[in-house]
Each structure stands twice: as C-alpha cells, then as structure tokens.
C-alpha cells in the first residue's frame, strides 16, 4: 500500500473552478494587449506619411495586434527548435559524425524560417512570398526579436507566474527588478513592431488583421469632384468618379489615399474630406 500522503505527492497547478475564475481576466487581458499593440502598429504604419489615426474604437486594432502576437509565438517556438537542433549538432559535430551534424544544422535553420515564412503566407494570402525581401527581413527580425518580445507579452498577459510555476521556477523575485526587466525588452519590442508596421502589414489581408488595401473609386460630389480635379487626382470622364487610388484609411472626418508609384519614388498622403465623397467603392462594388 502506498503511504504517501497526498500533501507530498500532490502536483502544482490549476484546478478547473480556478481556470474558470481566471478565464474572463484573461481574456480581458489578452484582448487589452491585442488593441494596444494593434494600435501601435497602425500608428507607426500611419506615421510613415505625417498621418495618425485619432479613432480608438477600432476592431482592426485588436485584428492586427493578434495577428503579430501569433507571428511572435510562431517565431520564438521556431527559435527554441532550431536552437535545440544546433545544439544536437556540436554533439554529433564533437563525436565525429560530420553528415550527422551537417543535418541537424540544417534542419535548424529550415525549422527556425519555414513556420514563420509559412504563417507569413496564409496571413497574406500567398502575395508576400519568398521573392520579396521584406519577407525575409520581417522573418529574420521577428525570430531574433521573438524570445524576447513572447517573454513581454506573457508577462503583460499575467501569464509568466503561471509558466513559472509550472516549470518549477520560484515565482519570488523581487517586483522592482522584474519591473526593470520588463522594461529592457521594450526596445527590443518596438523595434519588433516598427519593422512589422512598414515591412510586413502593408501585405498582410485586412482579414488576418493587415493593412493591405485594395484600390478605390470615390463618388464625389459637385464640390469634391471639382477639388479633385485641381488637385491632380485621376478624375474620370462620367463628372462623378475619382481614382482608383490606393487608400491609406479612413475615418468619419477623412478618407486618406496615397500618390504616386512606390518603384519611381516615395509615395505620399493626401488627406481629403469625408464631405466631399458621396461613397468609396472597391473594385468588386464598382460592377
């Protein structure tokens, strides 16, 4: 028979009354740092071209903040992968099996970019692909970013003292020094974000939470149309349609597009009032 008391043998954990209590905080605290992230993104995207966008009621923000958290889980997994099959390799490297080691170098790397390349794809829609350069930078600078940037947002989560726990770490460190850890990783992260917001989301679905816009055709009134027209925007024979041009965003004050070819020159941002439209139509609206 065994004696073992159940105090002794009992495991660190959650109990399911326990998960169900803390299931709504969670959820509230995921979707808070979903919507901060999103917004920043957005932000540093808009900032690009002077602009900014002063709605905070916005559900692409949550959108596009999952999205990137996701990539970052994705590419801190990849990360500890390949690092653990690198590390196979110097033990093969060292016991003289070369082709061995070679393979598991290999395997690395493949295992630490395709995931991430992969994920990059669907989110996209397959029109970010290996041809594009941005793909690989974005790619690179999320696995050297994602161990860190993951630590960060487990934290914000309320998350690591949970992870903690669970791998039998103490979870009692002093509060003023996990606070200056904390606040190391946030360079690391903006540099995340920045390099996201300008390389990877402007190819990235509005349905996966990206910032790829199609073309539009704004219907414009007598007033907008004439405005238009002096401005320079491609303005068509029937007095009423204005574009297509590629839109930036857009609010209940100001519809912003963009001007010019990004393979000839920098694009820029025109601003123009909500006022002055009657509608905006996408390519498959405008049939």
């Known amino acids: 028979m065994n004696n073992d008391s159940p105090s002794t043998t009992a495991q660190p954990g959650w109990s399911l009354r326990e998960l169900v209590q803390i299931t709504p905080t969670a959820a509230l605290g995921a979707t808070a740092v979903c919507f901060a992230t999103g917004l920043l993104i957005v932000n540093l995207r808009l900032a690009k071209y002077g602009v900014y966008s002063a709605e905070f009621v916005r559900t692409e923000y949550v959108l596009a ?3 990137f958290i996701l990539l970052v889980a994705v590419a801190y997994i990849s990360w500890v992968y390949g690092i653990k ?6 033990e093969k490297w060292r016991e003289k099996k070369r082709l ?4 598991y170098v290999v395997f690395g790397v493949i295992g630490t970019l395709a995931p991430v390349i992969f994920v990059f794809s669907v ?3 397959y029109k970010f692909g290996v041809d594009n350069w941005r793909m690989w930078a974005s790619v690179l600078i999320l696995v050297a970013t994602g161990q860190y940037a993951s630590e960060l947002f487990l934290r914000l ?3 690591w003292q949970v992870i903690s726990t669970t791998e039998g770490v103490s979870t009692k460190i002093d509060q003023l020094s996990r606070f200056r850890d904390l606040l190391g990783l946030v360079p690391l992260l903006l540099v995340s974000l920045g390099s996201y917001a300008h390389l990877a989301y402007p190819y990235i679905s509005p349905a996966m939470g990206g910032g790829r816009k199609d073309p539009v055709v704004l219907i414009a009134t007598s007033r907008g149309f004439e405005v238009s027209a002096a401005i320079g925007l491609p303005v068509q024979t029937d007095g009423r349609s204005v574009g297509p041009l590629q839109l930036l965003t857009e609010s209940e004050a100001e519809i912003v597009v963009l001007l010019g070819d990004e393979d000839s020159g920098p694009l820029r941002a025109m601003r123009l009032r909500r006022t002055m439209f009657d509608a905006v139509l996408t390519p498959s609206t405008n049939k």
């Not at 061995?100 to 393979?103: C, H, K, P």
């Open 85 to 90: 099959e690198i590390k196979q390799s110097g």
């Open 123 to 125: 989110v996209s829609q």
């Open 100 to 103: 061995s080691a070679v393979g």
């Open 65 to 67: 903040g999952g999205t």
């Open 157 to 159: 989560f309320g998350l």
